[in-house]
C-alpha cells in the first residue's frame, strides 16, 4: 500500500502536496473533534435517557392480582390450575390468582372479553370466537382430544349421528358446542332436522326421560350412569372426523400487548401445575376434598382423573403443546359447516413464545432515542458542509487503499463464509441422531432406476443396520428393493422434479423395517434422506390395535369389535345380497364351576370354548365373546338348518370337551345355544341378538344342553315360546 502511495505522490507539485499534508492534519483534527462531540451526546442521551426512566417508571407490586375463569365447578377438570396455586408455583412467578369457577352465566370467553378476567379455560368456542373478529389468545392447549360427547339411554336406540333426528337434545350455546355443530353439519343433518333444546346441566333430565340426548362429558356424566346402573350409549364427535382441542388456557391480545412477561409467567406457572397434577393425582383429590368441597365422590374423582389422563396423554405429548396446523383444520371444518365465512382472523391466534411484542418503557426510549438522533443529524449536517474540504482529503487519502483492501477484505470473507459453512454442515451432518445420506439420482432409458451413496452420517449403519454403504448404489446395498418397495423410487421422482420435500412412512421388506424418510432435493439430480428408524413404534401400535380388539382371555373378538365385524358383514349382504346366521351360546352351570372349582378352572372352560369354536368353524365365521360365560357365532351364507346343524356339532363337542382338573377328577360342562337368521322381518343386528338371546333364554328355561331356534325352520315364522 506504502509503494502505491508513493507512486501517486510522484506526479503531485510540490504545492499539491503541501496542500495535501494540511488537509491530512486538518482532517485529523477534525476526527478528534469529532469523537469529542460524539462523547459528548452519548453523555446527554445516557442522561436524558435516565431521566425518562426515573419520571416515568412505575414499580410493580409485589405480586400481582390476576383473575382466572375456569368453565365449570371445582372438579378434577381443573387439577392443574389448584396444583399451582396450592404449591406456590404462580406465587413464585410474583402472581397471586384468583380462581373463579364457572357456571351458565359465568363463561369463560365473556369473562376475558368483558374484562372480569385476564384469563380462562375454554373449549372450541375460543377458536369459534376468534374466528370472528374478537381478541383472543391461545396459550395451551391441556386437552389434546375433546371430552365432549352426546349421552343417550341405551333403551332409546340411538347408536348413530343421523338417528338424532326429530329427538330432543340439549346442548350448551352455539359457539360452546362448536364441535357437535360441526359434527351435525358435516353429516349433512341442518339444524332444523334437530330439536335442540338449552342444556339443563342435569343429568337427572336423560334418566327421566324428559330428553333423548344430553351433552356430557366423557369423564364425568357416564360414571353418574354406570353408579346407577343405567345403561347408555355415547355418540362421540371424534368418530366422525370432529377431534378438535379443548380445555385450552386464553387470555386476551390486550393482556399480551400490555403484560407480556405475566402472559408467560401465567403460562409457565400453569404447565407446571398441570406437570404436578398428572403425577399426583391423589393429592389434588384431597385437596377438592377437604379445601374445595366438592360433591363428587373419591371414586367419582378417581375416574374423572383417569379419563382426563387419555385426554391429556402426558406420557406421549408435552402438556399444553398446541399444533397451529391443527387449529387451521378445526377452522377449516368451520368454514365447511358454514359456522364462519373464512380463517383469516386465525392468524396470531397461537401465542409465540418469542414475544414480537415490545415493552412500553421500550417504545419510550425509542421516541426519546430518535429525536436525539434527529437533532444529532442536524448539528452534524452542520459541521459536515462546514469542513467540506477536510472531508475530500480523507476520502483522497482512502482511496489510495480501496483498490487492494477492498479485494482483501472481499477475499477473507468468502473465505470465512465458505469456512463457517462447512464447519456448520459437517457438525450438523456428523452429529444428528437420526441416519442421514446424500445421495445422487441414476438413469437408465431417460427413466430414474437407481441412485447412489455419496455419503453417510455416522447415525446412519445403527439406524438402518446397513455398512460400507459409501459409492454403492442402492440396489447394490439391497437388490430387490425395486420390486419389494417400488414406491420409494416414486416419491424420489417427485422429490428431484418438483424440488418440494416429501416425508413419508415405509417398510422396508429387506431390512424387516419400518422408517420414517424425509426426502429434500438439493439440485440437479441431487438430493438428501434422513432416516428414522419406528420399527418398535409400530409394533407398539399393532399390540395396542390387537388389545383394543381381541379377548385377552379366549384369544376371541371382543364385543364391540364383533359388532363391527357383524355390521360390516350385514352391511356387504344389504349391497351385495347373501344370508347370515346368528348362534347365541351360554355355559350351563358356569357360576357352580366358578363357586366348586374356582375362577382358574372357570378360565380353561372358557378357553376351551374357544379351542373348539375355531377348530370346528370355517375361517369365514366371526366369533366373539360378548362377555361372562356368552358368546356369539356369526355364520355368513349359512341359513335354517345348515345354522342347527352347525349348532349341534357344537353343543355336541362342549358336552365332550372334558377338562382335567387333576388326576383323579374331569371336568365336562355343556352349552345352551340360541339360533336366528335373515328374514324380510329380521334384518338388523340389534334384532338377530335379541331373538338369538330369547331362543337361548328358551333352552335354558327347558332344561339346558339344548338348541333352539327363534324362527319355524320351513317358514321362517317366529316359534310362539310360552315365555
Known amino acids: ?49 435516565g431521566f425518562i426512566n426515573t419520571a416515568y417508571a412505575v414499580p410493580l407490586p409485589q405480586k400481582q392480582i390476576v383473575d382466572l375463569q375456569l368453565r365449570w365447578h371445582h372438579q378434577f377438570q381443573f387439577a392443574g390450575y389448584y396444583a399451582a396455586l396450592e404449591k406456590g408455583y404462580y406465587a413464585e412467578e410474583g402472581l397471586d390468582v384468583r380462581l373463579h369457577p364457572g357456571d351458565p352465566l359465568h363463561q369463560p370467553v365473556e369473562a376475558v372479553l368483558s374484562g372480569h378476567a385476564q384469563y380462562a379455560e375454554g373449549n372450541s368456542e375460543v377458536l369459534f370466537r376468534r374466528l370472528q373478529g374478537k381478541p383472543l389468545i391461545a396459550l395451551a392447549a391441556i386437552f389434546q382430544h375433546s371430552p365432549s360427547i352426546l349421552l343417550v339411554r341405551k333403551d332409546s336406540k340411538i347408536d348413530k349421528v343421523h338417528k338424532l333426528i326429530g329427538k330432543k337434545i340439549m346442548l350448551m350455546h352455539s359457539d360452546q358446542d362448536a364441535d357437535f355443530l360441526t359434527m351435525f353439519l358435516n353429516e349433512g343433518i341442518s339444524l332444523a332436522q334437530l330439536n335442540i333444546m338449552p342444556s339443563s346441566y342435569n343429568i337427572e333430565d336423560l334418566i327421566s326421560g324428559k330428553v333423548d340426548v344430553f351433552n356430557a362429558y366423557i369423564t364425568n356424566e357416564p360414571y353418574v ?94 402438556i399444553g403443546h398446541i399444533n397451529p396446523e391443527r387449529f387451521q383444520r378445526m377452522a377449516d371444518s368451520f368454514v365447511q359447516a358454514g359456522m364462519v365465512k373464512h380463517t383469516q382472523n386465525l392468524e396470531g391466534f397461537v401465542y409465540d413464545l418469542a414475544p414480537k411484542h415490545l415493552p412500553r418503557w421500550v417504545l419510550v426510549a425509542l421516541v426519546a432515542s430518535l429525536a436525539t438522533i434527529m437533532l444529532i443529524a442536524t448539528i452534524t449536517s452542520y459541521l459536515l458542509k462546514m469542513n467540506r474540504r477536510l472531508a475530500y482529503a480523507e476520502t483522497e487519502l482512502r482511496s489510495y487503499n480501496s483498490i487492494l483492501s477492498t479485494e482483501i477484505e472481499e477475499r477473507i470473507a468468502i473465505e470465512n463464509s465458505l469456512r463457517n459453512s462447512e464447519i456448520r454442515y459437517r457438525s450438523l451432518f456428523e452429529n444428528m441422531l437420526g441416519g442421514v ?51 420409494l423410487f416414486e416419491v424420489l421422482e417427485r422429490v428431484v422434479i418438483s424440488t418440494f ?62 359388532m363391527e365385524l357383524a355390521e360390516a358383514e350385514l352391511l356387504r349382504i344389504q349391497r351385495y345380497g347373501g344370508t347370515v346366521s346368528l348362534l347365541m351360546l351360554d355355559l ?62 357344537l353343543r ?64 321362517n315364522q317366529p316359534v310362539n315360546f310360552d315365555l
Open 225 to 318: 350412569l354406570e353408579e346407577r346402573g343405567i345403561p347408555y350409549d355415547i355418540i362421540d364427535p371424534n368418530n366422525y372426523r370432529i377431534d378438535f382441542y379443548s380445555d385450552i388456557l386464553f387470555t386476551s391480545e390486550a393482556e399480551l400487548f400490555n403484560h407480556p412477561k405475566r402472559v408467560d409467567a401465567i403460562r409457565r406457572a400453569t404447565l407446571k401445575g398441570w406437570s404436578y397434577a398428572m403425577a399426583h393425582p391423589e393429592e389434588i383429590i384431597d385437596l377438592l376434598i377437604n379445601h374445595y368441597a366438592v360433591e363428587k365422590s373419591r371414586n367419582h374423582l378417581q375416574n374423572e382423573a383417569a379419563e382426563m389422563r387419555k385426554l391429556i396423554l402426558p406420557d406421549l405429548i408435552e
Open 437 to 487: 445420506a446424500y445421495c445422487q439420482m441414476l438413469y437408465g432409458d431417460k427413466q430414474i432406476n437407481d441412485f447412489i451413496f455419496l455419503e453417510v452420517n455416522p447415525g446412519f449403519e445403527p439406524i438402518t443396520g446397513l455398512k460400507n454403504v459409501n459409492g454403492k448404489t442402492v440396489t447394490e446395498v439391497i437388490p430387490e428393493i425395486r420390486q419389494t418397495n417400488p414406491e
Open 588 to 649: 350351563d352351570h358356569f357360576k357352580k364351576i366358578n363357586d366348586n372349582y374356582g375362577h382358574q378352572i372357570g378360565d380353561r372352560v372358557l378357553q376351551k370354548v374357544s379351542e373348539v369354536c375355531q377348530s370346528a368353524l370355517r375361517d369365514v365365521d366371526v366369533m366373539g365373546r360378548l362377555g361372562g360365560e356368552e358368546f356369539v357365532i356369526l355364520l355368513p351364507e349359512t341359513q335354517g338348518k345348515e345354522a342347527i346343524e352347525v349348532a349341534e356339532r
Open 1 to 49: 500500500m506504502l509503494q502505491l502511495v508513493v507512486a501517486k505522490l510522484k506526479g503531485v507539485t510540490q504545492k499539491k502536496l503541501v496542500d495535501s499534508i494540511h488537509l491530512f492534519i486538518s482532517r485529523c483534527a477534525f476526527l478528534v473533534l469529532q469523537k469529542v462531540f460524539r462523547i459528548s451526546w452519548f453523555l446527554l442521551a445516557y442522561h436524558f435517557i
Open 652 to 715: 355336541g363337542l362342549f358336552a365332550n370337551a372334558d377338562i382335567s382338573i387333576d388326576d383323579k377328577q374331569i371336568l365336562s360342562f355343556t352349552t345352551s345355544i340360541g339360533v336366528v337368521w335373515l328374514t324380510e322381518q329380521i334384518t338388523e343386528l340389534s334384532a338377530l341378538l335379541h331373538y338369538a338371546d330369547q331362543a337361548l333364554y328358551q333352552a335354558k328355561r327347558s332344561g339346558r344342553n339344548k338348541v333352539l331356534t327363534f324362527l319355524d325352520v320351513n317358514t
Open 501 to 562: 420435500p416429501e416425508k413419508f412412512e415405509i417398510y422396508l421388506k429387506s431390512l424387516t423395517a419400518w422408517f420414517s424418510l424425509s426426502i429434500y432435493s438439493t439440485g440437479n439430480d441431487f438430493f438428501m434422506i434422513i432416516f428414522d428408524n419406528i420399527t418398535e413404534r409400530q409394533q407398539l401400535q399393532k399390540k395396542y390395535e390387537h388389545m383394543a380388539h381381541v379377548d385377552f382371555l379366549t384369544g376371541l373378538s371382543n364385543r364391540g369389535y364383533f
